[in-house]
């Protein structure tokens, strides 16, 4: 693992001679440029000129400019469906950086002073990372179901039976189950890759400032989170985008409607909803815009963090 | 089990910690803080675990004992939902496309991506190194929303619900990761390995084939697992580009599934269990793979 999160310089490259000449060269990268091309580029270079233009079906009509993007912020129901999903999409980023920079970090850090069952620990926090997200948004709904669902079956057994609810039926809870399972599912991520992180940091400072008389908690000030920033910098960029591009566990909790009444809706099912479930003429333009719009604060925010990010670790070394 | 993942899991700190405490006063706080520590991790693993371990455990009960009894355990072990999910909700064809899709793409965009990762390692101009930059570009772009062009595309094609179709959509998204992983594999490949198999008289591509890709398997065998993963769960595209339910691929399967059997409870559970299943056994026996998958990202 170390051999690939450690890359080395490409030494010995420069040497001349030896590196692949432009034409064999191309002929290596061509198959995957051509796949690359024909299924990434092209086709996200077009999506985005999608909303430059008004669509009847799907035929391309004539340029409209900025339109598209007028009628997502003044008609109905866009006009109130975008606010609501994209409030929903940064609760659940606020909420698991939330949990990911409290429980995870603090798993994380207790998992790296044992050993024994370390492995099996990181085995477990891990597994529903890489669950399906669909399998675990169904497998929530039906645990949280208000008749026989093991989640309410608890809470009555131990006593808190009037804190059982129908969790998925109510707008005010629905949002944030959502949010707490996703967290949930998210968590071995932050887990594992602070524990790498950790794993970096050379015992002897700690030790030294240990020696000097700092506590446990200036300890993890002053060296283990200023260490850790890289790490938080990864989690918290890909955090980021993972929340905005919530699909599947929104769409098991609450359908393509986002139920109940929008509660559990979220950009990506607003975009798929308006894509092809709207029946609008003009679908295809409306739904461009929207893609258009969370491309970019996806990509900008994306660049923004990482620059903050790059901006912080370089004032701390 | 903790045996079967004993290959390292995590190689982030072999070195030995912990029973060094300077006082005995420390090593009492130690014990009672080390009490509370693996309390918490403990716990953590349940509330981690919990969920999927009922999901088994329900697949093996009746509706009727779930509805009278919702915490019970599955004493005897039922298995007819299991069949009924196979064979009378399809998930038999739905398993066998989910594998047929996940395997070839993730063949195909590590085949293409062995090749360009090489040809990234080994060259030095300024035409591949944006080439690198712009297949890197994928890792953070949020490429499922070029969906409609992709779709339209696919549709003057007469490929939706083709599985081809698919598998060179996830063959194409495979790329970012994989070549990033297998590039910076290659590069710490020593050139030497290159002057002698040139001076031996082997072209380029014989360098590769007989030289480098030998000494790469272990990140080749990262982006296979790794890639495994995300394809075998996505939802997205097949809800989008598989419109024939006799190719729908395990995810949107379930999407009717649930719509059918919203009522039938352990069909419910054992369908959900057989789509998890290839990757709990996936996991367990390539945890080193998936872990370094997962830690890759950290590199800069």
């Known amino acids: ?317 | 089990m903790t045996a079967t993942l004993a290959p390292d899991i995590s190689t982030d700190d072999s070195t030995d910690r912990g029973g060094s405490e300077p006082s005995r006063r420390a090593g009492r706080r130690a014990t009672l803080g080390g009490f509370a520590s693996s309390t918490f991790l403990w716990l953590y693993a349940a509330i981690s675990i919990a969920p999927l371990l009922l999901m088994l455990s329900n697949s093996l009960r009746t509706t009727q004992d779930m509805a009278r009894q919702p915490l019970g355990l599955p004493l005897p072990p039922n298995f007819t939902s299991y069949g009924k999910a196979w064979i009378t909700a399809s998930f038999d064809t739905y398993f066998v496309n989910s594998i047929f899709v996940t395997v070839a793409s993730v063949l195909l965009s590590t085949a293409v991506s062995l090749l360009a990762a090489y040809a990234f390692a080994r060259t030095k101009s300024k035409l591949f190194a944006t080439l690198e930059g712009v297949f890197l570009s994928g890792l953070m772009l949020p490429v499922y929303l070029a969906i409609l062009p992709l779709f339209f595309m696919l549709d003057a094609a007469g490929m939706i619900s083709n599985l081809w179709g698919l598998i060179l959509v996830y063959g194409a998204l495979g790329i970012p990761f994989s070549t990033f992983v297998l590039a910076s594999f290659f590069r710490q490949l020593p050139i030497e390995l290159d002057e002698a198999a040139r001076l031996d008289g082997a072209g380029p591509f014989a360098t590769f084939w007989r030289v480098h890709l030998p000494l790469v398997r272990p990140a080749i065998a990262t982006v296979i697992v790794f890639r495994f993963v995300p394809v075998w769960n996505d939802f997205f595209y097949p809800l989008i580009l598989i419109r024939d339910q006799s190719s729908y691929t395990l995810p949107v399967g379930i999407t009717r599934f649930f719509g059918e059997y919203q009522t039938d409870w352990a069909t419910l559970f054992a369908g959900l269990t057989l789509a998890t299943i290839p990757l709990v056994v996936l996991f367990l026996l390539a945890t080193k793979q998936i872990v370094s998958g997962l830690t890759a990202g950290m590199s800069k």
């Open chain 1, 1 to 317: 693992m170390s051999a690939i999160t450690t890359p080395r310089a490409r030494r010995g490259t420069a040497r001349s001679g030896i590196t692949l000449s432009r034409r064999a060269g191309m002929v290596f990268v061509l198959p995957a440029l051509v796949l690359f091309s024909i299924f990434i580029a092209y086709p996200l270079l077009t999506a985005l000129s999608y909303s430059f233009f008004d669509w009847t079906g799907i035929v391309r009509g004539g340029f409209v400019g900025l339109e598209n993007y007028v009628t997502l912020f003044t008609q109905l129901p866009y006009r109130d469906d975008l606010p609501n999903a994209f409030v929903h999409n940064l609760l659940l980023f606020v909420g698991a950086m939330v949990f990911q920079n409290t429980i995870g970090l603090g798993l994380a850090t207790l998992l790296h002073r044992i050993r024994r069952f370390k492995r099996f620990f990181q085995t477990m926090y891990t597994l529903p990372y890489l669950v399906s997200p669909l399998v675990i948004g169904y497998l929530w709904s039906l645990m949280l179901s208000p008749l026989f669902g093991p989640v309410n079956a608890v809470l009555r057994a131990i006593g808190l039976g009037e804190l059982a609810q129908p969790w998925l039926g109510n707008p005010q809870t629905a949002i944030w189950v959502v949010v707490v399972v996703t967290a949930w599912q998210w968590i071995g991520f932050p887990v594992l890759l602070y524990g790498a992180a950790l794993g970096g940091i050379p015992e002897e400072i700690d030790e030294a400032a240990s020696i000097d008389g700092a506590t446990a908690w200036q300890r993890f000030r002053a060296i283990t989170l200023p260490m850790l920033l890289p790490a938080i910098g990864t989690v918290s960029v890909l955090t980021f985008i993972g929340a905005m591009e919530a699909f599947p566990i929104p769409y098991a909790l609450g359908g393509s409607q986002g139920n109940p009444a929008g509660a559990t809706d979220v950009m990506s099912l607003l975009f798929y909803r308006t894509a092809f479930e709207s029946g609008s003429s003009n679908a295809i333009g409306t739904s461009s815009a929207i893609a258009t719009l969370l491309f970019l604060f996806i990509f900008g925010f994306s660049m923004l963090i990482t620059w903050y990010m790059r901006r912080a670790e370089r004032k701390l070394f």
